[in-house]
């Protein structure tokens, strides 16, 4: 299926994830440079970063459907037609179940066809010559600037009016409240509030995008202070086999070091699955 929606150009330039060539770090370069381009030019960068409740969860399958109607053959339509029809889901407590329902919305996690069909259904986002869209899955990132803070302000705002009627269109909900919004600047003073829904976005110092936390000034203190704080929880787990009091050897640090960073990688990367404890509420899906 990517070989079709990369040849009929589906997916967007802005959109950088599960595509080949494309990553977190490449997105990341593109926003560093657009801000470094403003600080040299002395514009007001200001910059919205929309966080999409439950992106995966809440995907609406007559909206999904409609649009693979239109973008792939009809073969491979009807198999993911057949995939979403008819699938359900029971909850387990304890030794009851619950009736079964019917699943209305929503893309399987942890699939490789999952942020496809998302990155599909999120395709046709509002893109202005006024402004930078920069998405990554369900991370959203839009930017405006103008030497005037207030003229970067009305075109941020008009690009979120558009994203809002769009979002509203495909049944997607962002989360206002834990959307960031943050001016990017060398001077003291700046941009005014955006509001998304009707709501105004809150206004930080500092936001966190694809794993990096940038600051207003682009410092990367908080960054730095951060990752610092992460590797210090990680030498106080390993204290054990390196710290001074070890007992161990030092062939034995060496190979329990490896296995601890292996570990360390898989905890981060792989997800573990585990049966749910009694008492827990667990989700049976069918299809």
Not at 60 to 68: D, E, M, S, V
Not at 164 to 175: D, G, V
Request: glycine residues 4%; aromatic residues 8%; hydrophobic residues 35%.
């Amino acid at each position: 299926m990517s070989p079709i929606l990369m040849a009929k150009q589906l997916i967007p330039d802005h959109q950088f994830g599960f595509r080949p060539k494309h990553g977190t770090i490449e997105q990341e370069h593109r926003l560093m440079h657009k801000i470094h381009e403003d600080f040299n030019n002395k514009n007001f960068c200001t910059a919205n970063f929309i966080d999409i409740s439950q992106a995966f969860d809440k995907v609406w399958h007559p909206g999904l459907l409609y649009k693979l109607k239109q973008a792939l053959p009809h073969s491979m339509y009807s198999i993911l037609k057949s995939y979403f029809t008819d699938r359900m889901f029971q909850v387990k407590y304890q030794e009851e179940y619950t009736s079964l329902y019917t699943i209305h919305s929503g893309v399987p996690q942890g699939s490789i066809l999952g942020p496809i069909l998302y990155t599909i259904i999120t395709a046709d986002l509002p893109v202005s010559e006024q402004t930078l869209t920069a998405t990554y899955a369900d991370d959203t990132a839009i930017l405006a600037s103008y030497i005037d803070p207030i003229a970067a302000t009305q075109r941020l705002q008009l690009h979120l009016d558009q994203l809002e009627q769009r979002l509203k269109r495909w049944r997607i909900r962002a989360n206002e409240s834990k959307s960031t919004h943050i001016t990017f600047t060398l001077r003291r003073d700046g941009c005014p509030a955006v509001s998304l829904n009707g709501k105004i976005i809150p206004q930080e110092t500092t936001v966190k995008y694809l794993g990096i936390h940038l600051d207003r000034r682009l410092t990367w203190q908080p960054h730095i202070h951060n990752k610092r704080k992460q590797l210090g929880l990680m030498l106080q787990r390993m204290n054990w086999i390196i710290g001074r009091k070890s007992k161990l050897s030092l062939t034995s640090k060496l190979l329990k070091t490896k296995l601890n960073s292996v570990a360390l990688v898989r905890e981060r990367t792989i997800p573990t699955e585990r049966p749910p404890p009694v008492g827990e509420v667990s989700t049976n899906f069918c299809g």
